[in-house]
Nanobody, 126 residues
Framework: VQLQASGGGLVQAGGSLKLSCQVS????????VGWFRQAPGKEREFVGR????????FVPNSVKGRFTISRDNAKNTVYLQMNSLKPEDTAVYYC????????????????????WGQGTQVTVSS
């Protein structure tokens, strides 16, 4: 299984970025893909997931209203749309696939995820 994350970059506060995560090697429509971020000196933080069998999306309150997740089944790609970006959103953003058979209840921890992309840097300037 491979995940290729892309789309990071430098953006001014208030701007937007759309990250992509292309998944290969696992049945796309049976997967659940999560997004995490990690800022220097901080723990990895969950910023949302999408169940690709149903399209069900969950984003935590910390980013709700600014971040959303979508998919393109034809491209085996999941997107993280980030709007109204703030300097505190600066981090390396990772996508990951949830281990098959995981409970349907959303988990904010990374231990349920088995394969990870390489990460893409997002820097928000003030």
């Amino acid at each position: 299984v491979q995940l290729q994350a892309s789309g990071g970059g430098l953006v001014q506060a208030g701007g937007s970025l759309k990250l992509s995560c292309q998944v290969s090697g696992r049945s796309f429509t049976r997967s659940t893909v999560g997004w995490f971020r990690q800022a220097p000196g901080k723990e990895r933080e969950f910023v949302g997931r999408i169940r690709l069998d149903s399209g069900t999306i969950f984003v935590p309150n910390s980013v709700k209203g600014r971040f959303t997740i979508s998919r393109d089944n034809a491209k085996n790609t999941v997107y993280l749309q980030m709007n109204s970006l703030k300097p505190e959103d600066t981090a390396v953003y990772y996508c990951a696939t949830e281990r098959p058979g995981s409970p349907s209840v959303v988990s904010f921890t990374s231990d349920r995820y088995d394969y990870w992309g390489q990460g893409t840097q997002v820097t928000v300037s003030s």
